[in-house]
C-alpha cells in the first residue's frame, strides 16, 4: 500500500489530487500546504511518493530547493512534479536535481494517473510534448539565458518578474538583503542589462507566468 505525500498551497488542487489518486487505489494520502510542512511530514512520516508543486505562495520556484534538499538526504523516493510551469528550461532543471517525473496542471486526468503510476514504480516519466521540447532545446543548443542560471538565480528572477523589492525577495529566499542584492547583479550581467527595469522586462519575457495568472 503507498503512502503518498501531496505538497500545493491551493486547497482546490489538493482535492483534485486526492480524487485522482483514490481513482487508482492510494488510500494512505497525507497532505501540505507549504514546502517546511511537506519537508516535516516526508521526515515524519516516510511517503512512499511525494508530489510537489513547483511554484507555491512566493512564486519562487521553490519546489527545485525543495526537491535539492530531500535528494541530499534521500535519493530514493520518487518525486512527481505537478505544476504549471511548462518551460523547457525549468522542466530539464527540476529533472536535474532529482525529479522522477513532471506533469502539468492543466493535463488530463487519465495522464497524470499514468505519471503518477510510472514514477510510483520508480520509472521516469515526462509527456511527450514536454520531452519534445527539453530534447529540441538541448540539440540546437538553444540561446535561452535561464538555461546558464543556479536554482536561486532562478527563483530570484521568479520574484523580480513579480516586481517585489529586495526586501520582500530576501523574505520569501530566508536570504539577507545583500544577497538578494549580489544576485540581481549577477543575473543583470548573465542578461546582458543594467537596470532594474530592464531585469523586469526579460523576467517576464523568460518567467510570464510569473508575472501573469498565479500558478496553481
Avoid: W
Avoid at 53 to 77: K, V, W
Avoid at 170 to 184: I, M, P, R
Avoid at 201 to 207: D, E, G, K, T, V
Wanted: glycine fraction near 6%; include cysteine; charge should be positive.
Amino acid at each position: 500500500m503507498s503512502r503518498v505525500l501531496v505538497i500545493d498551497d491551493h486547497p482546490i488542487v489538493l482535492q483534485g489530487c486526492r480524487q485522482l489518486l483514490e481513482d487508482v487505489g492510494v488510500e494512505d494520502i497525507v497532505q501540505a500546504q507549504s514546502l517546511a510542512d511537506g519537508f516535516r511530514i516526508y521526515r515524519t512520516q516516510k511517503p512512499d511518493v511525494i508530489i510537489v508543486d513547483l511554484a507555491m505562495r512566493t512564486g519562487a520556484l521553490g519546489g527545485l530547493s525543495f526537491i535539492r534538499r530531500l535528494r541530499l538526504h534521500d535519493q530514493q523516493t520518487p518525486i512527481l512534479v505537478f505544476t504549471m510551469h511548462s518551460d523547457p528550461v525549468i522542466v530539464s532543471r527540476a529533472l536535474e536535481v532529482g525529479a522522477t517525473g513532471y506533469v502539468l496542471k492543466d493535463t488530463p486526468p487519465e495522464e497524470v494517473q499514468k505519471a503518477f503510476q510510472r514514477v510510483r514504480d520508480n520509472r521516469p516519466y515526462l509527456s511527450h510534448d514536454l520531452a519534445s521540447e527539453v530534447a529540441f532545446m538541448e540539440a540546437r543548443g538553444t540561446t535561452n539565458p535561464l538555461r546558464r542560471m543556479t536554482v536561486r538565480e532562478l527563483q530570484t528572477l521568479a520574484l523580480v518578474a513579480e516586481g517585489k523589492p529586495y526586501g520582500v525577495i530576501a523574505e520569501h529566499l530566508h536570504v539577507s538583503y545583500k544577497t538578494v542584492a549580489n544576485t540581481c547583479t549577477q543575473l543583470k550581467a548573465k542578461l546582458g542589462v543594467r537596470t532594474l527595469p530592464e531585469l523586469m522586462r526579460i523576467a517576464i519575457q523568460h518567467l510570464p507566468s510569473a508575472s501573469g495568472k498565479p500558478q496553481r
